[in-house]
Nanobody
């Protein structure tokens, strides 16, 4: 699966952005879809994951501010980000895995088969 992320940009603290990740094929057969982010000099960090057989799970740092959604008709994965903070500044990546996986493993970057190219989000104070 090829993934194309978009929607990043610059925003002030408290602002909102909506990221999208377009898949090259139907997402109906994909069991795990996730967002990660990576700030300069830091490791790639889990943001949110949807699993076909479970609920959507968020990192504590974004819970209540970010909302992940899927559009099966458009084959896209979205991330609505509200109340943005400077510490949210990072390159955001979408990732998918076709086969099922337990929740703990779904927060690990190495568990994913395909990655988007990343989209930069910058939040100024």
């Amino acid at each position: 699966v090829q993934l194309q992320a978009s929607g990043g940009g610059w925003v002030q603290t408290g602002g909102s952005l909506r990221l999208s990740c377009a898949a090259s094929e139907s997402i109906s057969s994909i069991n795990v879809m996730a967002w990660f982010r990576q700030a300069p000099g830091k490791e790639r960090q889990f943001v949110a994951v949807w699993r076909s057989f479970g609920t959507t799970t968020y990192a504590d740092s974004v819970k209540g501010r970010f909302t992940m959604s899927r559009d099966s008709a458009a084959n896209t994965l979205n991330l609505q980000m509200n109340s943005l903070k400077p510490e949210d500044t990072a390159v955001y990546y979408c990732a998918v895995r076709k086969t099922r996986i337990i929740l703990s493993a779904s927060t690990t970057p190495g568990s994913y088969d395909s990655w988007g190219q990343g989209t930069q989000v910058t939040v100024s104070s």
